[in-house]
């Protein structure tokens, strides 16, 4: 159980184009989703936290208008990252809660994005 | 505010040997929680092991078990019968009561398991 999918698992994509990248909690309710972002041999860093229904709370730091996070269901959160440029190339990782607490906290398998 | 320390960029281990990952944290909750996980060349984060602040006992999952010292600050790793298999990254994350669910991690520690 407790099994978090992300798709597309690797993407390439032209500068100045859009991607979406999808989280899904396969058998369990999530009623929080987190996305992270890491760079090569880097630490993980917390990109902006999603619940189902409501508008996601971004990290200082991050564009909400570049980051576009939607939670529309209790199993799907989306981020879509806009005009995308070389410097967004990196490996996005979502984490799925059922209550929102960290030791209840699933992740997915990453999605690695290079931007050309 | 939440901070992890990972002070080991790199660690090597022969096969069958125990390895201490070391971690310090600073938190101003009082309450809050620890996690370990491996990332292996594949990417994915594993869940390792947990030690929540009150815990009066270290925590320990098979072959994985956490030297939590409050006082100090500190919440090692060690891997007893290091395997093969054990060579990746491995992070040292905190969640504090304040910021429930949200993960603060250590910069990661790559190991390097030689036979």
């Known amino acids: 159980g407790a099994v978090v999918s992300q798709h597309p698992s690797w993407v390439i994509c032209k500068s100045g184009t859009s991607v979406k990248i999808e989280c899904r909690s396969l058998?369990?309710?999530?009623?929080?989703m987190f996305w992270y972002r890491q760079f090569p041999k880097q630490s993980l860093m917390l990109m902006a936290t999603?619940?189902?229904?409501?508008?996601?709370?971004?990290e200082q730091g991050v564009e909400k208008d570049k980051f576009l996070i939607n939670h529309a269901s209790l199993t799907l959160s989306t981020l879509t990252v806009t005009s995308a440029h070389p410097e967004d190339s990196s490996f996005y990782i979502c984490?799925?809660?059922?209550?929102?607490?960290?030791?209840?906290?699933?992740f997915g398998p990453g999605t690695r994005l290079t931007v050309l | 505010a939440q901070k992890i320390t990972q002070t080991q960029p790199g660690m090597f281990v022969q096969e069958k040997e125990a390895v201490t990952l070391d971690c310090t944290y600073d938190?101003?909750?009082?309450?809050?929680?620890l996690f370990w996980y491996k990332q292996p060349s594949s990417g994915e984060m594993i869940f390792l092991i947990y030690?929540?602040?009150?815990?009066?006992q270290n925590a320990t999952e098979g072959r994985y078990s956490l030297n939590f010292q409050k006082a100090r600050k500190s919440a090692n790793l060690v891997i007893s019968a290091s395997q093969l298999g054990d060579s990746a990254m491995y992070f040292c994350?905190?969640?504090?009561?304040?910021?429930?669910?949200?993960?603060?991690f250590g910069q990661g520690t790559i190991l390097t398991v030689h036979p």
């Open positions: 984490s799925a809660s059922t209550s929102g607490g960290a030791n209840e906290q699933f």
């Open positions: 938190t101003s909750d009082p309450s809050y929680g």
């Open positions: 999603s619940n189902e229904g409501s508008k996601a709370t971004y």
């Open positions: 058998d369990f309710q999530a009623t929080t």
């Open positions: 030690q929540g602040s009150y815990d009066q």
């Open positions: 994350a905190i969640a504090g009561g304040t910021s429930y669910g949200k993960l603060t």
